[in-house]
Structure formats: C-alpha cells, structure tokens
C-alpha cells in the first residue's frame, strides 16, 4: 500500500522559512518522479514543484521559483520542499504526490503575522 506521510508544516511570519518532508513506503520511491502540490482554501489544487527519479532536475511553479527547493533522499525514501521568504499567499495545505494520483494527507502551511 501506498503511503505518504507529510510534515514540518506551521505558521510562520512573512519573509520566514519552512522545511517540509514526505516519507514514503509501499512503492519504489527512486522509481518515480515526485512532486509538491498545494491547495488553498477555496482554491483548486495547484502544483508547486516536481524532481526527477534521481534528483538531478527539477522545475517549479512560477509563483515559488527562486523561493522554494525541492529535493529527495532515495536513500530515506524522503521528499523536501525548502521555502524560503514565505509570503501570505504561501497559505495552503502542502501534499507529496507520486503519480498519477497518490498523496498524502498533507502538512498545513499558514503565513501570517
């Protein structure tokens, strides 16, 4: 069975910095490409970022790009989203998804002051 498990979400004043993760089990994590996705509330799911099955490439939304980071350790089945300089339109539920539809329950991100 597919899990994902999501965490290091919070709330942060503007201009701050979180650190989210993802652990996976029930798949080969360094088989897939991985990705961050978001929803705020009354607003639709929207992708923030996504890296390669080995780590090397990644690309992100534009509305985060040059702010947040993803990254993976296949060695710990883990996936990271760095977000740097956190804005108040930042505030969302954040979610890993392995394709084509898995995700987790997601880790709550509020920025506020």
């Known amino acids: 069975e597919v899990q994902l498990v999501e965490s290091g979400g919070g709330l942060v004043q503007p201009g701050g910095s979180l650190r989210l993760s993802c652990v996976a089990s029930?798949?080969?994590?360094?088989?897939?490409?991985m990705s961050w996705v978001r929803q705020a509330p009354g607003k639709p799911l929207e992708w923030v970022a996504s890296?390669?099955?080995?780590?090397?490439?990644?690309t992100y939304a534009d509305s985060v790009k040059g702010r947040f980071t993803i990254s993976r350790d296949n060695a710990k089945n883990t996936l990271y989203l760095q977000m740097n300089n956190l804005k108040a339109d930042d505030t969302a539920m954040y979610y890993c998804?392995?394709?084509?539809?898995?995700r987790g329950q997601g880790t709550p991100v509020t920025v506020s002051s």
């Open positions: 998804r392995k394709p084509p539809t898995n």
């Open positions: 029930g798949f080969t994590f360094s088989g897939y490409t």
């Open positions: 890296i390669n099955m080995g780590g090397s490439s990644t």
